[in-house]
């Protein structure tokens, strides 16, 4: 208790910095957990999925996938589903979805040319 009398700006810095690196730590494991799971790797693309979430789960580069889909890049706040990006375009959400699986088979495709090439 004297420690916090004696130093209090001291004593709430170092709360501060083991409070941020403990939320951090947990989110990393919580990541780490979900994302060694196989149920979540290759999935099949769905109407809640984000592009940066089928990016994770394929293990392919989510600005990739928008280009060649011809999706919106995310700004500055939540990215969109695939449902609400259909609904903005005024298309059915299995055209955006098939234009998805378009753009993952050619970054599949352009991954495998590279992994044979020597």
């Known amino acids: 208790m004297s420690l916090i ?3 209090p ?6 709360a501060l910095a083991l409070a941020l ?14 994302w060694s799971n196989p149920e979540h790797r ?5 109407p809640w999925m984000t592009v940066g979430y ?12 928008d280009a060649l889909a011809g999706l919106p890049s995310p ?10 990006i259909a609904r903005d375009r005024g298309v059915p959400v299995a055209e955006v979805i098939a234009q998805v ?3 993952l088979a050619v970054l ?10 020597p």
């Open 54 to 65: 089928i990016g994770k789960s394929w293990g392919l580069p989510a600005r990739e996938i």
């Open 21 to 34: 690196t403990l939320f951090f730590a947990v989110r990393f494991g919580v990541q780490v957990v979900y």
């Open 9 to 14: 700006i001291l004593t709430l810095t170092f």
């Open 101 to 103: 699986e378009s753009a």
């Open 75 to 84: 700004e500055r706040g939540r990215p969109f589903t695939l449902e609400q």
């Open 42 to 46: 290759n999935q099949q693309v769905q």
């Open 108 to 117: 599949l495709a352009q991954r495998a040319l590279e992994k044979a090439a």
């Open 5 to 7: 009398r004696r130093h």
